[in-house]
């Protein structure tokens, strides 16, 4: 790192691919979540005499100052020391504690309280409600078991959530099984972008899909969802039938339709306004990016009626989600 200036500056997309599930969570989590509620406390008719016992019994490392009910500072063992040095141990705690509070509202996230003891050096913040009353205190050491108790939790509900969907096509009998899921995209609605092809690779990897076909299933997926929010009037629809063994993939729209459909399956080639190439969207290789994911691709439109999309994804033997027969299509 150089040190410069993060405010404003733009995260590119290799970045957003390294930030880790940890730092998401700071993003979710508050500080309520995670703080230390109803906190020990010093009152200011307590001496240091009394307070370094305490520290040294209840085994902390610091206390916030109250008087009469109100948060006026905050005692640390780096106060205590020089409490020590002098040596001044039957002052009251208000000659030693630090006044210059800085403090966190208790409905902060997580990543706030973070900054916070980036930019102060801190080692614990007082928590307070709308009201400025201390409601508790955060420590560095809050924060990490916090959000690793967060990421624990997380693991195993997901964990539990792939085993259950992992046995769909093992406990239901049928000659033939599939789940379908459907989606219906807004045009132009660039904010939910992705969302349904997260939620069908999700949906994929807790069937039991292996990481790669999951991959090639949101990549041919994403396009097509995208190409659903650059190109149509009113959006379309995007409708998977997972099987055992198959992916099908259906995604259709109700106009403008594309004129050439023989160019549009071309590199580069896109329709695209100058706006959405400003906003780094219609490159023109959406549809090819689709036919290199998947193992069948056709596409059909009429110019004012619509365009309709059918991709397949074919899973080896080895990599079938469940037990169920092989669909005749999928045998070589």
């Known amino acids: 790192m ?37 906190p020990y406390v010093f009152t200011t008719s307590q001496t240091m005499r009394e307070a370094t ?42 000659k030693y504690m630090t006044t210059k509070l800085i403090t966190i509202r208790a409905t902060d996230l997580l990543v706030d309280a973070l900054k916070m003891f980036v930019n102060t050096k801190l080692g614990r913040l007082p928590v307070i409600d709308p009201n400025g009353k201390l409601v508790g205190i955060i420590t560095k050491g809050d924060v990490t078991r916090g959000l690793l108790k967060a990421l624990q939790q997380e693991t195993q509900v997901e964990e539990m959530r792939r085993y259950r969907a992992s046995r769909i096509f093992e406990d239901i009998e049928s000659d033939r099984t599939s789940l379908i899921l459907r989606y219906d995209i807004q045009a132009h609605d660039f904010t939910h ?39 149509t009037t009113k959006g379309g629809v995007i409708r998977v039938e997972i099987e055992p063994h198959q ?20 590199p580069g080639y ?5 706006e959405i190439r400003e906003l780094g ?15 069948s691709m056709s596409l059909d439109s009429v110019v004012g009626k619509g365009t309709r999309l059918r991709i397949k994804i074919f899973l ?16 070589q």
Do not use: W
């Open 2 to 38: 150089d040190g410069a200036p993060r405010q404003n500056r733009v995260i590119s997309d290799q970045e957003a691919e390294n930030i880790s599930r940890l730092e998401e969570l700071a993003y979710e989590i508050r500080v309520e979540q995670v703080m230390t509620s109803n």
């Open 53 to 94: 016992v305490t520290l040294r019994q209840m085994r902390i490392s610091g206390a916030p100052v109250l008087h009469n009910g109100d948060l006026v500072g905050i005692l640390s063992i780096e106060d205590v020391i020089r409490c020590l040095i002098e040596p001044d141990l039957d002052s009251p705690v208000t």
């Open 193 to 231: 972008g992705g969302s349904a092809s997260s939620r069908i690779k999700r949906a994929l990897i807790r069937l039991g899909a292996s990481p790669q076909i999951a991959r090639r299933a949101g990549i041919a997926i994403y396009e097509a969802e995208m190409n659903l929010i650059i190109h």
């Open 247 to 266: 992916i099908s993939i259906d995604v259709y729209d109700y106009g403008p339709g594309i004129a050439d459909v023989q160019k549009a399956l071309q």
């Open 270 to 274: 896109s329709t695209a306004s100058e």
């Open 281 to 295: 969207f219609g490159a023109g290789m959406g549809l090819v990016n689709i036919a290199r994911c998947t193992d």
């Open 316 to 331: 080896p033997q080895q990599e079938a989600m469940g037990e169920g027969p092989v669909p005749k299509e999928t045998v």
